[in-house]
């Protein structure tokens, strides 16, 4: 599942909602993006695997094992892949 960018929320105006999501089986990758104080805008991202508790909810981790490793390197690559296209298309657009 992959969601976003998030064209209605300008620089991190909307209450806090990630800019982009990008989901490969259990693996999450949200992608934020900010404003530094000169009004320079940047992203950051959290990538996290999802997994059921003893209680069977779900919780969040940092952790991966060796059999999310190549999952999560090609979510990160289209994390990358997104963000660069958003940059491209905000220098095409300042040109204009």
């Known amino acids: 599942m992959t969601t976003g960018p998030d064209q209605n929320q300008g620089n991190g105006t909307n209450g806090n909602r990630p800019w982009a999501e990008l989901r490969s089986g259990l693996l999450k990758l949200t992608i934020w993006e900010n404003a530094n104080t000169q009004g320079v805008v940047y992203h950051s991202s959290v990538l996290v695997r999802l997994y059921r508790d003893q209680r069977e909810e779900w919780q969040e981790t940092s952790s ?28 095409e657009t300042q040109t204009d």
């Open 64 to 91: 991966l094992g060796r059999d999310d490793l190549l999952r999560a390197g090609n979510l990160l690559r289209r994390g990358f892949d997104m963000i660069e296209s958003e940059e491209q298309r905000r220098r």
